[in-house]
């Protein structure tokens, strides 16, 4: 099974501040990456695919970039709405996998 | 507008079953794959079960293979997993999901089914 580990498991910003988020896969899944913000009580929200390419409808304050197994999620400037858990999912192979998630918390 | 929509969570006792469904719409369901993803309470995303469009392919997590099935009826557009010999650490918020066209993501989401394993 392919592992995924997101760092850092919590965050701490500020609105406005430049955020990433960094999600590693055990062996090389190519470009098959996906991004999700959680927010509490509700079901995630799809906003990259294929390691950097915004869903519709995606700000385009967040970017995803990284290919192999190293991969980051970048908000470029975070705003109230942001605040929110992360995770990351590849899709290379199944069992599909998610990381444990990075919390986006207020400052 | 694409919906998803899961039903059938309840409360249920270990060893015990249940089963979810998930109506979709606002899409060609008959062409898409779905997915069930769970979340157990204040932890992560789990993958449990996809199902192809046609239900001819099909992959469990380790955690549930065995004793949980996953089907769907494309002239409900409706899928199903169906829960057995549920154990305490099967309770989670069970999410329906469709995936995304020419990924394995997933784009549409349910609001989630809680499913409580408890005597």
């Known amino acids: 099974d392919i592992q995924m580990t997101q760092s850092p498991s919590t965050l701490s910003a500020s609105v406005g501040d430049r955020v990433t988020i960094t999600c590693r896969a055990s062996?090389?899944?190519?470009?098959?990456l996906a991004w999700y913000q959680q927010k509490p009580g509700k079901a995630p929200k799809f906003l990259i695919y294929?390691?950097?390419t915004l869903q519709g409808g995606v700000p385009s304050r967040f970017s995803g970039s990284g290919s192999g197994t190293e991969f980051t999620l970048t908000i470029s400037s975070l705003q109230p709405d942001d605040f929110a858990t992360y995770y990351c999912?590849?899709?290379?192979?199944?069992?599909?996998?998610f990381g444990g998630g990075t919390k986006v918390e207020i400052k | 507008e694409v919906q998803v929509l899961e039903s059938g969570g309840g409360l249920v006792q270990p060893g015990g079953s249940l089963r979810l469904s998930c109506a979709a719409s606002?899409?060609?369901?008959?062409?898409?794959?779905m997915t069930w993803v769970r979340q157990a309470p204040g932890k992560g995303l789990e993958w449990v079960a996809i199902?192809?469009?046609?239900?001819?392919?099909?992959y469990y997590a380790d955690s549930v293979k065995g004793r949980f099935t996953i089907s769907r009826d494309n002239s409900q557009s409706t899928v199903y997993l169906q829960m057995n010999s549920l154990r305490v650490e099967d309770t989670a918020v069970y999410y329906c999901?469709?995936?995304?066209?020419?990924?394995?993501?997933?784009?549409?989401w349910g609001q989630g089914a809680l499913v409580t394993v408890s005597s």
């Open positions: 294929k390691a950097s």
């Open positions: 999901a469709k995936e995304a066209i020419g990924t394995t993501a997933f784009d549409y």
């Open positions: 062996q090389s899944i190519s470009d098959w």
């Open positions: 999912q590849q899709y290379k192979s199944y069992p599909l996998t």
């Open positions: 606002g899409f060609m369901f008959n062409t898409n794959s």
């Open positions: 199902i192809n469009y046609n239900g001819r392919s099909i």
